[in-house]
T-cell receptor, first 113, second 117 residues
Framework: GENVEQHPSTLSVQEGDSAVIKCTYS??????FPWYKQELGKRPQLIID?????GEKKDQRIAVTLNKTAKHFSLHITETQPEDSAVYFC????????????FGQGTILTVHP | GAVVSQHPSRVICKSGTSVKIECRSL??????MFWYRQFPKQSLMLMAT?????????EQGVEKDKFLINHASLTLSTLTVTSAHPEDSSFYICSAPGTSPNTGELFFGEGSRLTVL
């Protein structure tokens, strides 16, 4: 089955800096890669996603890049703000089982004012 | 967007009792729902896929007799933790795919924090 590795496990940055979280996946058939943000005790919320036919996608301060050859994808957050502090999860799906996602281990992002 | 509601949000029970958690899709029909388990500061681990009108599909290592899943209708799936023990204490969260084709987005319930004394 699919295996998703996520790094780093914790990331601490100063407000205004950029943050980068990286994930690798094992199944070359995976074609959908979402990123979720989860605040303490709350449900994960989708913040951005990318499909395998696209190399990069951007939404305001958030961007995701995908390298299919190397089987890795990354989340980039620019101009970080304290409210960006949360746990971020990457995930991958092959699409053969609609909606079935394999999640990475998560990254605890702390943005210091 | 699609809304998934989960109940109860918190439950405390005694060891040996059973607990039922409900997951509802409020404004769309979900033929499939997913149940995840999340330990503190850890990732979401898929437990099983709930299928409306048929048996659930369990992930490797998940005891189907302990974690009973019923998908009674197109808007409701339930997870029953039978004969709960302290090691079953965890955050259980359900999710359902949206209705838009060609997207894999999952919509999550609020989660249920189970504490077994």
């Amino acid at each position: 089955g699919e295996n998703v590795e996520q790094h780093p496990s914790t990331l601490s940055v100063q407000e205004g800096d950029s943050a980068v979280i990286k994930c690798t996946y094992s199944d070359s058939a995976s074609n959908y890669f979402p990123w979720y943000k989860q605040e303490l005790g709350k449900r994960p919320q989708l913040i951005i996603d990318i499909r395998s036919n696209v190399g990069e996608k951007k939404d305001q301060r958030i961007a995701v890049t995908l390298n299919k050859t190397a089987k890795h994808f990354s989340l980039h957050i620019t101009e970080t703000q304290p409210e960006d502090s949360a746990v971020y999860f990457c995930a991958a799906s092959t699409g053969t089982s609609y909606g079935k996602l394999t999640f990475g281990q998560g990254t605890i992002l702390t943005v210091h004012p | 967007g699609a809304v998934v509601s989960q109940h109860p949000s918190r439950v405390i029970c005694k060891s040996g009792t059973s607990v039922k958690i409900e997951c509802r899709s409020l404004d769309f029909q979900a033929t499939t729902m997913f149940w995840y388990r999340q330990f503190p500061k850890q990732s979401l681990m898929l437990m099983a896929t709930s299928n409306e009108g048929s048996k659930a599909t369990y992930e490797q290592g998940v005891e189907k007799d302990k974690f009973l899943i019923n998908h009674a209708s197109l808007t409701l799936s339930t997870l029953t933790v039978t004969s709960a023990h302290p090691e079953d204490s965890s955050f259980y969260i359900c999710s359902a795919p949206g209705t838009s084709p060609n997207t894999g987005e999952l919509f999550f319930g609020e989660g249920s924090r189970l504490t077994v004394l």
